[in-house]
């Protein structure tokens, strides 16, 4: 039972003093700090940008491929083509923004914090 | 054989088709290797700097980007081939050498983006700074495949119909 009382314990003392912890624990110690703290929940926010980009890979280049071959400009398929391969750059871009405005701090829970 | 013609003969075809398989076969290779480098790389930041993951998964993106390249092409000229159409033989080399030219700048660009997505994100870990390099390193090994893909498209509108 003591190291279950030491859930909330540990968990603070990871968010003040991570830097002094070693960053690879002794694998016996990981699998007992997995066992207490399985990791923050993963934000909403990751998972909504995490769902968005993934399904506009998926959907978006071929979509508009067909969007544009079928009814926009019939009949021309390099256009859609060209379409195709310029909305996958859009959705690689936009990742790129995304990625760029992250916050990069050093403390590992910086974005908890904010 | 009533339309027999030598400007048709009937293995044209088999050319376009190589031609596809040859687009999604090397594009996807290309991809799948960018993929795997890059996505070792960001497993092993991922235990020290768990806040880098979202920034480190550029490389893998791209890599996605190159598969939709040889998708692309590959729909492209299967759209032009079909049993009541006349296909030439010129039409079947062009086809062939469009996804040749796909499949094979998708697959030297993935591999650029495997290693340096690779080397990148091990980087960035400990440099910050390395970040807009790699960024734009990365884009220039993409933009490779952006040539293939423009070439394949140029020889595509000179096959068609």
Do not use: W
Request: aromatic fraction near 10%; charged fraction near 15%.
């Amino acid at each position: 039972m003591a190291t279950r009382r030491n859930v909330s314990k540990e968990e603070k003392k990871t968010e003040d003093a991570s830097a002094s912890l070693p960053a690879v624990l002794p694998r016996a110690m990981q699998a007992e700090k997995m066992k207490n703290n399985p990791g923050p929940a993963i934000p909403n926010d990751v998972l909504f940008k995490l769902f968005g980009f993934t399904l506009a890979m998926l959907i978006g280049p071929i979509g508009c491929y067909y969007l544009s071959t079928n009814y926009i400009f019939p009949g021309s398929t390099v256009l859609g083509a060209s379409i195709a391969a310029v909305m996958a750059n859009v959705v690689l871009f936009a990742f790129v923004i995304v990625a760029m405005r992250e916050p990069d701090d050093d403390s590992p829970d910086s974005r908890k914090n904010k | 054989m009533a339309d027999h013609n030598p400007l048709t003969p009937a293995f044209a075809p088999f050319f376009g088709m190589a031609g596809i398989a040859f687009a999604m076969i090397g594009g996807c290779a290309g991809a799948a290797f960018g993929t795997a480098k890059s996505g070792i790389g960001i497993s092993g930041i991922g235990i020290f700097r768990p806040e880098l993951i979202m920034k480190s998964l550029i490389p893998v993106v791209m890599s996605g980007i190159l598969g939709v390249y040889s998708l692309v092409v590959a729909v492209l000229i299967a759209g032009d081939m079909g049993p009541e159409k006349s296909y030439s033989l010129f039409q079947g080399f062009c086809h062939f050498g469009a996804g040749l030219t796909v499949g094979l700048t998708g697959l030297a660009a993935g591999y650029a983006i495997g290693n340096v997505g690779d080397s990148g994100v091990r980087a960035y870990m400990s440099q910050s700074r390395v970040y807009v390099g790699m960024v734009l390193i990365l884009i220039f090994a993409e933009v490779l495949g952006l040539y293939g893909l423009i070439v394949a498209l140029i020889l595509n509108t000179k096959g068609g119909s």
